[in-house]
């Protein structure tokens, strides 16, 4: 019988694996008590050395391995875990256990890992939280090295699915290297550097699917379907057959949609529709340009701050921020302010991320109008970057038009500021609101009458209407987007932008799902931004479609109230 298991899909592209399993141990190494004669406790101390050092040639053999574009919070990652093994706390403390107690240097070793784990639990902190699993993935490696596996990775892995616990950027990395297919992990979440590393890398993954590291043995063939987010064993050949015909056909569309490249995306009634493109990494812009993006609707940039230990420089913000400015090459990109907290933490936020609620919390524009001084930076940054090109500023989570008001005020300081010291900028650049709170969709108005711009963020507009928390598994069945109040609020916030005549972007998922195309371009949608890899297949959809048709349609499908379950409809809006 089928085994199915229910994740979260994790993909960009491709969505479909089949391959056996490798199940790789991730989970913390134990140790059993042990002593050592007197007369051998300085080879156990030699033997506890040893490991360390074999520890540390493993990680610079991986970083070594790394490719040179790769993002460099990856690297630092890796370079964390170097520094713990040369840290006394890890890399000395167990020798002196091992000589006071006559202990075995596993056992020693297993003292000081729970020791230090007491020390971080206690301290109910995102960044200390973080630095725990640092410490577990440390110690485990020289752990497995004193039990004698070396932690050797199987030798056979491509095209193999492996399977996980959990799995660090640094193992997608060497995985990667060595062919494996694609992902499954009992825990981790789509916003983890881990998925968004799996995504960027094009390996289709299943993040969060519980119990699958039990229920999945190594050798058994599975079927890993990020586009639903399932991992399917035991199947039926017929299951089989049905997944090898879709990864083929995936295969074979994709590469006809490479065609598509430099075709516009124009309706067949002669609509020109802006396809733009969501970036969270300057590396990020190689594959817009090679998926025909007109431009970058949405730079995610708090991921600039994560897995560092300082806050990044107003440099560090100017050079990445002109790469991608460059690297588009005339091609507007909109650049996003810090939207840090709820799902996405990071070690240096001020606040403790352990908040009550953090998705109703100290929040992106909230986060960034308290700690001003971080704000400024980014600010500065994005207004010097705009020198180099066809730049747009955009204001994430905005409830209150105080907020704008305070936000662009310091945005009008900084370029006041730039503009005595005579530093290039476009002080022209457009400044745009985020819309995806239901505030600021039912007060639209007001925003767009304060900003050049508005775009849409359904991930988040979704998440605060139907009050379901985006980053939680056992909601997202209620997680609709065709919900007939977000159709609501979407057509509201677009209505408002033609009143006050300003346009109106969308940038959350919903934009890049083919299946909610036709609908956004009838609602009136003119911009849409997405993943990169959605790109060409929205734009050979929209090919298809007759807008003036399609709008007719959408306005009667919605000016129906007793139209509530709306995907059939939707779906045939298509036709
Ligand atoms: C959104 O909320 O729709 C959005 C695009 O922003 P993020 O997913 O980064 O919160
Ligand atoms: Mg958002």
């Not at 999945?216 to 017929?238: F, P, Q, W, Y």
């Not at 009550?356 to 992106?364: D, E, F, Q, S």
């Not at 987007?481 to 005549?501: D, T």
């Amino acid at each position: 019988m089928t085994i199915a298991i229910q994740g979260i899909g994790v993909s960009s592209g491709i969505r479909t694996a089949i391959g056996k399993v490798l199940m790789l141990s991730r989970g913390s190494i134990q140790a059993e008590p042990g002593m050592v004669p007197a007369s051998e406790v300085e080879a156990e101390v030699q033997r506890f050395f040893d490991a360390v050092q074999t520890a540390a040639k493993q990680l610079t053999e991986i970083r070594k391995e790394i490719p040179a574009d790769t993002p460099p919070d990856i690297l630092e990652f890796i370079d964390t875990h170097l520094l713990m093994l040369q840290d006394k706390a890890i890399a000395e403390a167990p020798a002196q256990t091992i000589r006071d107690e006559g202990c075995s240097a596993e056992w020693a070793l297993q003292l000081r890992r729970d020791q230090l784990l007491r020390v971080f639990e206690d301290m109910e902190d995102a960044y200390l939280r973080t630095r725990k699993d640092d410490l577990d993935h440390v110690v485990n490696r020289i752990m497995a090295i004193l039990q004698g596996e070396g932690r050797k990775e199987p030798v056979e892995i491509a095209g193999h699915i492996m399977v996980s616990e959990d799995l660090t950027p640094a193992d997608i990395i060497t995985l990667h290297h060595k062919g494996a297919s694609g992902f499954i992990t009992d825990f981790g979440s789509p916003m983890s550097h881990t998925a968004i590393l799996a995504a960027s890398l094009g390996i289709p993954a299943v993040v969060g699917a519980h119990g699958a590291s039990s229920h999945l043995h190594s050798g058994e063939l599975v079927i890993l379907d990020a586009a639903n987010g399932t991992v399917l064993a035991d199947c039926a050949s017929e299951s089989i057959r049905f997944f090898e015909q879709r990864l083929h056909r995936e295969r074979e569309r994709r590469n006809a949609l490479q065609t598509l490249r430099d075709t516009p995306a124009v309706t067949r009634d002669g609509e020109r529709i802006e396809l733009q493109a969501n970036i969270e990494l300057p590396e990020d812009v190689e594959e817009v340009r090679n998926q025909g993006g007109d431009g970058i609707g949405l730079y995610r940039t708090e991921f600039l701050y994560m897995n560092r230990d300082q806050l990044p420089t107003e440099d560090e913000h100017y050079l990445a921020y002109r790469q991608v400015i460059e690297g588009m090459d005339g091609r507007p990109v909109t650049i996003r302010t810090l939207d840090l907290g709820a799902d996405k933490q990071c070690e240096h936020q001020p606040e403790p991320a352990a908040c009550i609620n953090p998705a109703l919390g100290l929040r992106a524009i909230r986060l960034c109008l308290k700690e001003t001084d971080i704000f400024r930076v980014q600010i500065r940054a994005i207004l010097r970057a705009s020198a180099h090109g066809s730049v747009r500023l955009m204001i994430p989570m905005l409830t209150n038009l105080w907020e704008a008001r305070q936000a662009r005020e310091i945005i009008d300081m900084e370029m006041h500021s730039l503009g005595e010291q005579r530093i290039a900028m476009d002080e022209t650049l457009p400044i745009g609101a985020m819309i995806e709170t239901p505030a600021a969709a039912l007060t639209a108005d007001a925003f767009a009458q304060m900003f050049d711009f508005l775009s849409i963020g359904t991930n988040d507009l979704i998440q605060y209407t139907l009050a379901v928390d985006r980053a939680d598994d056992s909601v997202n069945h209620l997680y609709d987007p065709l919900h007939p109040a977000v159709l609501k609020l979407i057509r509201y916030i677009l209505e408002a932008g033609r009143r006050c005549r300003k346009p109106v972007a969308m940038c959350g998922e919903m934009a890049g799902d083919p299946r909610y195309t036709p609908l956004l371009l009838g609602l009136g949608l003119r911009t849409l931004s997405m993943h990169p890899a959605s790109l060409p297949e929205v734009k050979q959809l929209i090919r298809k479609l007759d807008l003036e048709q399609l709008t007719e349609r959408v306005d009667k499908l919605l000016r129906d109230p007793s139209a509530y379950d709306l995907a059939g409809p939707v779906e045939a809006l298509a036709d």
